[in-house]
C-alpha cells in the first residue's frame, strides 16, 4: 500500500509540532497540516508557559526561543465586595515558566521543526477523512493524504474527532478572552509576574489573569460557557469591567478570544481511537485549578508522548500503549492530582460568596474601635454566618483544592 506519510498531524499548535519533532527523533515520516497561514496565525494564550516539557525536545530552548520574561513572581488579587481587596506575593526566581506570545514563540517552534525535516503544510484545512483497513485518508483543501496513523493535534475543536462523529458540550468548555496592552509592569528586565484574579468575573464562573511580557502585558479571563449561557451578563461587560477593575492604563494592541477545553481528568474524552491518538487540547489536556492555568505544557508533553507511541504502535505494539505512556507521564498524573479541585471549583461560591465572607471576616479583625474584637475564628464564623453560608462546608470545599 501507497502512504503519503507515516503519519498525519493535524495542528501546528504546540501538541502538533511537538509530536512532529518527537516523530522524526523516532524515525518517522510525519507531516504536518494547518489552516493558518503560519503557526500562531490562529493560536491565543494569556502566556504563561511552564517550561519542563519543552526542554526534554530541546534542552536549550531558553537560549533560543522567543521566550518574554521568567515568572518569578506569583500574584494572587482577590476583589470582594465594598471595595475590599486581598492581595498576596511569592516571590521565586527559579525560573520554571515564562511568559510568550504565541504569534512570536509558535512560529519559532515550527521553524525549529523544519530545521530538522518536518513538513508543514499551510493554508491547508482539514475537510473530511475515511479510515480503511490499513490507513486513514484525509481530504484537505489542497487534496487528499493518505497515511498509516493520524494525530489529531487541531486545539479544541479536535477536527478528526468531530469528523468522526463528537459533538463539543458546553459544560466541557471555557471562554477565554485575552487582551495584550501597552502597559509595561516597573520591574528587572530578568523578572516577570503572573497575577491570578479572582472575584472580577462577578456572577460567572471564571478567573483571570495578568501577565507582565518585555514591554507589553497580557491580561485576560477564561469563563466557563455554561455560566455564560445561564447569566445574564456577556462576555464582553464581563472583559470592560475586569479591565476596569484592574486599573491597568494602556492602549490594547491585540485583542483575541478562544474556547479552551474544561473536562478535567474524570471527563476526559478517548485519548485513542480507531487510527487516530489526540494530543493537546483536541483530547481535553488542560488544568485549571485555582492556581495554575496549564494547557501548553500539557500540549507539549502529550505531543511528545504521541510521537513515541505512533512509532510503537507501527511496530506492532496496541494504541493504546499510548495512554499507557501518559499515565506514567506527568500529563495524565497531574490531571488526575488537579481533579479534586476541577470538582470543587463547580461550586458557584466560589464565584463572590466566600471572598465576601473571607473579606468581611478580614475587616472585622483589621478593626480596632475600642468594641470587644473578635478572633479571627469568631470574625470568620460570623460573616460566613452573616452571608448564609457554613464556614466548615467552605472549609471542605478549600481543602478540595489544596
Ligand atoms: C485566553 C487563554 C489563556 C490561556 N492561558 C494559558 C496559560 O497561561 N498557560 C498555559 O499553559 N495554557 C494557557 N492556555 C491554554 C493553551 O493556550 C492551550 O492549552 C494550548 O495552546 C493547546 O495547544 P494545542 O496545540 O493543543 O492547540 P492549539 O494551540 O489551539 O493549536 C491547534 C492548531 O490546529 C489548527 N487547526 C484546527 N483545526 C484545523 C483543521 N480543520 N485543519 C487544519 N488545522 C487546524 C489551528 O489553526 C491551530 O494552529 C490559554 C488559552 C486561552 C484561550
Not at 32 to 41: H, K, L, M, Q
Not at 76 to 95: A, M, Q
Request: aromatic letters at 10%; glycine letters at 10%.
Amino acid at each position: 500500500m501507497n502512504y503519503d506519510a507515516d503519519v498525519a498531524i493535524v495542528g501546528a499548535g504546540l501538541g502538533g509540532i511537538s509530536a512532529s519533532i518527537s516523530a522524526v527523533k523516532e524515525g518517522l515520516n510525519p507531516i504536518v497540516i494547518e489552516r493558518g497561514e503560519y503557526s500562531g496565525a490562529k493560536n491565543v494564550s494569556g502566556g504563561r508557559m511552564y517550561i519542563h516539557a519543552l526542554k526534554s525536545l530541546i534542552p536549550d530552548v531558553e537560549e533560543r526561543a522567543p521566550l518574554e520574561r521568567p515568572i518569578t513572581r506569583e500574584t494572587y488579587k482577590v476583589f470582594c465586595n465594598k471595595g475590599r481587596e486581598l492581595s498576596f506575593t511569592f516571590k521565586e526566581k527559579s525560573k520554571t515558566s515564562f511568559s510568550v506570545l504565541r504569534a512570536k514563540f509558535d512560529r519559532w517552534y515550527a521553524s525549529a521543526a523544519e530545521e530538522i525535516g518536518v513538513t508543514i503544510s499551510y493554508g491547508t484545512y482539514l475537510m473530511g477523512l475515511q479510515e480503511e483497513e490499513d490507513g486513514i485518508t484525509l481530504n484537505t483543501s489542497l487534496g487528499d493524504i493518505r497515511v498509516k496513523y493520524v494525530i489529531d493535534a487541531g486545539g479544541v475543536t479536535a477536527p478528526v474527532a468531530r469528523l468522526l462523529g463528537r459533538n463539543l458540550k458546553p459544560e466541557h468548555l471555557m471562554l477565554g478572552v485575552k487582551e495584550v496592552i501597552s502597559y509595561v509592569q516597573d520591574l528587572p528586565e530578568d523578572e516577570g509576574e503572573a497575577t491570578t484574579v479572582i472575584g472580577l468575573t462577578r456572577g460567572l464562573k471564571g478567573g483571570g489573569f495578568v501577565y507582565t511580557n518585555k514591554d507589553t502585558t497580557s491580561i485576560g479571563v477564561t469563563l466557563k460557557v455554561d455560566s455564560l449561557q445561564s447569566g445574564s451578563i456577556k462576555a464582553s461587560e464581563v472583559v470592560e469591567n475586569y479591565r476596569a477593575g484592574l486599573g491597568l492604563r494602556g492602549d490594547v494592541l491585540e485583542y483575541s478570544a478562544h474556547l479552551i477545553p474544561y473536562y478535567g481528568w474524570g471527563n476526559l474524552p478517548p485519548l485513542y481511537y480507531n487510527r487516530v491518538l489526540a494530543v493537546g487540547d483536541a483530547a481535553g489536556l488542560l488544568i485549571s485549578d485555582g492556581f495554575v492555568i496549564r494547557g501548553m505544557d500539557l500540549a507539549i508533553g502529550s505531543g511528545v508522548i504521541a510521537g513515541i507511541a505512533v512509532k510503537k504502535v507501527i511496530d506492532g505494539s496496541p494504541l493504546s500503549i499510548y495512554e499507557e505512556m501518559l499515565k506514567r507521564s506527568f500529563v495524565l498524573s497531574d490531571m488526575r492530582k488537579a481533579w479534586k479541585a476541577f470538582q470543587a471549583l463547580s461550586n458557584p461560591n466560589f464565584y463572590g460568596e466566600y471572598e465576601d465572607a473571607l473579606c468581611e471576616a478580614l475587616s472585622r479583625e483589621f478593626l480596632v474601635n475600642g468594641k470587644q474584637r473578635p478572633t479571627l475564628i469568631e470574625a470568620l464564623l460570623k460573616s460566613f454566618y452573616d452571608n448564609g453560608l457554613n464556614f466548615s462546608e467552605a472549609v471542605k470545599e478549600i481543602w478540595k483544592i489544596v
